[in-house]
């Protein structure tokens, strides 16, 4: 049971441009979510967040969209660099009894690749 | 990901070995994840501790697999008599709130355990 999904394996784009990362979860309890970059060898790096109270966040170049109505939250950068290729991650937390309220259920993931 | 350490960031044994895995959190953390990441797959959860408590560990199989977060020292993820499917990457996080603040899980570098 895919709870987070991040339907694209593979993104590329050009460097300046900007670059759309998706990802829908099936969840309607998920109340925070957030976006991992993670280098080959290295762990996945905390990039932005967004609570479901809100349906935007920014931070510089980073901005992620929420909709929760269509369950579907997104991860824009622009411009883009090619120091962003990497493999980015959206993850979810639900909330509810203090055991499970912890726990972050992530998607497959997403290479982007940003080109010279 | 400065901050969460992990040992050893390489870890190869042989079928029917045991494996441990230590991760020392965040400095001022005092709640720990551990994660597994199969080849192609995105991170799963696997158990949640805080210090002499294990919370949540619904993510674990329940046979050959332990963790404990004592005291005193890191916390330690224990596999017994390994096998060739418990070939993976082993990611730790911490977080320093709790589970209901939105609080951002970092991660170590992650140890990548080989069985031969």
């Known amino acids: 049971d895919q709870q987070v999904k991040q339907n694209s394996p593979s993104l590329s784009v050009q460097e300046g441009r900007i670059s759309i990362l998706n990802c829908d979860y099936t969840n309607s309890m998920f109340d925070y979510f957030l976006w991992y970059k993670k280098y080959p060898a290295e762990g996945p790096t905390f990039l932005i967040s967004?609570?479901?109270?809100?349906d935007k966040n920014e931070d510089g170049r980073f901005t992620v969209f929420l909709n929760k109505s269509a369950k579907h939250l997104s991860l824009h950068i622009v411009p883009s660099q090619p120091g962003d290729s990497a493999v980015y991650f959206c993850a979810a937390r639900a909330p509810g009894e203090e055991t499970s309220g912890s726990r972050l259920t992530f998607g497959e993931g997403t290479q982007l690749t940003v080109n010279p | 990901n400065a901050g969460v350490m992990q040992n050893p960031r390489h870890l190869v044994r042989r079928r029917g070995q045991e494996a441990r895995l230590r991760c020392s959190p965040m400095?001022?953390?005092?709640?720990v994840y551990w994660y597994r990441q199969l080849p192609e797959e995105g991170l799963k959860f696997m158990v949640y501790l805080q210090k002499e408590n294990i919370i949540d560990e619904s993510g674990m199989p329940k046979e050959r697999f332990s963790a404990e977060f004592p005291k005193e020292g890191p916390s330690i993820l224990r596999i017994q008599q390994v096998v060739r499917g418990d070939s993976a990457a082993y990611f730790c996080a911490s977080s320093p709130g709790t589970p209901y603040s939105n609080q951002p899980q970092h991660f170590g570098d992650g140890t990548r355990l080989s069985i031969l």
């Open positions: 967004i609570s479901s109270i809100k």
């Open positions: 400095k001022g953390h005092s709640h």
